[in-house]
């Protein structure tokens, strides 16, 4: 049973500084009779007791204002985004975004919202779903009220993602992917009607423009275990949205798995969760989905290069390669790319070649340069850029070790 104030879960859960910096806004915004709500995803994750240091925090009245002073107050980090009348305070491990309470209204389906300044309750009817449509009072004295016009506790207790209205998917469809985000991070189930509109809606996603679905992949990917999302996304029809070939099935999950292990201790990259979940497309079809997706010039070579290894793995099922072989099949790879086919194939003698690579070859180094060349007597030409590749390729192989082995071998190469 929940508390039917909050005050104390907020200052169970929440570290003593964040405490004390929304009792000095909720203070600053009464001086001001200004109403001041924490809400959305930080009050879902209070009432569910899980850590949530991202909070979001609305006023009734200009939220830079409210920021700016408050910052006075409590020295903290600030932007400010005077064009969404927004402000973000950053601390340790923790974060307030400020806004003010404002409604929405959408020009055309999938269009970015017109905004107006208005109540909690506006504010709140603008939301996606009703677990994220809560808001807990700030001011002093209505401190931890819980706001809950939706029902959202409801639908927490019955584990529950439900839209508040039949047209939010048409209004934003971006919320398709967000709710199938929450439905696999919680262990949610949508509820049937937001099913039936989810499913009705799809088409709509051909609405949202190429960034905003890039960033719902990237929020994808920054969960504990995406291929739940891609997996579900598949099974509803909203994956072949992203390109039809695309599937999120156990293939995909081991192979997330496995870039995890890969990664520790970081979490992998988008990029590599991007090549592993566009590997089993062909060349002409990953470009399709780069350009769909407007990705960067860096992500879109690493997508590509990962599809171009892979059609070239043959050459490096042969286990009688040289290191310089290796190298020479490698080399003009970027790093996730290899590491995207290490992960993806089912060739343990390509793997080793790979990691091979990564982890030593590619570091590898002869040591005399063009102008020792010349001082040894070279001529000046691309005869230099031969004998380094050549040096090089005799370092890699072992074949030289030292300084004078390197001289050595140059001389006989002058000498012949
Ligand atoms: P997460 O835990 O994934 O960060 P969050 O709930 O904090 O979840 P944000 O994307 O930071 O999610 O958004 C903050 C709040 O803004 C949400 O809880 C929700 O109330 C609202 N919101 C965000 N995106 C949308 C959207 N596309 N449509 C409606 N409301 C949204």
């Not at 925090?57 to 700016?68: D, H, P, S, T």
């Not at 990953?286 to 070239?312: D, F, H, M, N, P």
């Amino acid at each position: 049973m929940l508390p039917a104030n909050l005050a104390s879960r907020i200052e169970h859960q929440l570290p003593v500084k964040l405490v004390e910096i929304i009792h000095t806004a909720g203070r600053i915004a009464n001086s001001q009779h200004q109403n001041l709500y924490l809400v959305g995803g930080a009050v879902r994750d209070l009432l569910l007791e899980k850590p949530n240091l991202d909070l979001d925090i609305v006023v009734e009245g200009n939220a830079i204002e409210l920021a700016r002073q408050l910052t006075e107050v409590e020295p903290s980090s600030i932007i400010t985004y005077p064009q969404f009348n927004t402000a973000k305070i950053t601390g340790n491990r923790w974060s307030l975004d400020l806004a003010t309470a404002r409604s929405e209204s959408y020009p055309q389906p999938g269009a970015l919202p017109t905004v107006t300044p208005s109540s909690i309750e506006t504010d709140l009817f603008r939301r996606d779903f009703t677990i994220n449509a809560m808001a807990i009072c700030l001011n002093p004295d209505r401190y931890g009220e819980l706001i809950d016009r939706y029902r959202g506790q409801d639908d927490l207790k019955d584990k529950l993602i439900r839209v508040l209205h039949d047209n939010s998917f048409v209004d934003d469809a971006t919320r398709i992917w967000r709710g199938l985000r929450y439905e696999q991070r919680l262990g949610f189930q949508l509820e049937a009607n937001t099913l039936k509109l989810l499913l009705r809606d799809i088409p709509m996603l051909d609405t949202i423009s190429k960034e905003r679905i890039r960033y719902e992949l990237e929020c994808i990917f920054s969960e504990e275990q995406p291929e739940k999302v891609l997996r579900r996304a598949d099974e509803l029809g909203v994956l072949t949205k992203l390109h039809p070939a695309l599937t999120g099935n156990g293939w995909l999950a081991a192979k997330f798995m496995a870039a995890r292990q890969l990664s520790i201790p970081n979490s992998p990259s988008f990029s590599l969760y991007l090549a592993l979940l566009a590997y089993r497309l062909t060349p002409s079809q990953c470009e399709i989905l780069t350009l769909s997706l407007g990705l960067a010039k860096s992500v879109a070579q690493t997508i590509r290069q990962s599809t171009t290894i892979k059609t070239r793995l043959e050459a490096l099922t042969n286990p009688k390669l040289s290191p310089s072989d290796v190298y020479r099949q490698l080399h003009h790879y970027s790093a996730t790319a290899i590491i995207a086919n290490i992960i993806a194939t089912d060739s343990p003698v390509a793997q080793q070649y790979m990691e091979t690579f990564l982890h030593h070859l590619r570091y590898v180094k002869s040591i005399l340069s063009g102008d020792d060349l010349i001082a040894m007597g070279v001529p000046q030409g691309p005869q230099i850029k031969q004998l380094l590749e050549q040096l090089h390729q005799a370092k890699l192989d072992g074949r030289v070790t030292t300084r004078q082995d390197e001289e050595k071998l140059v001389k006989k190469w002058l000498i012949s």
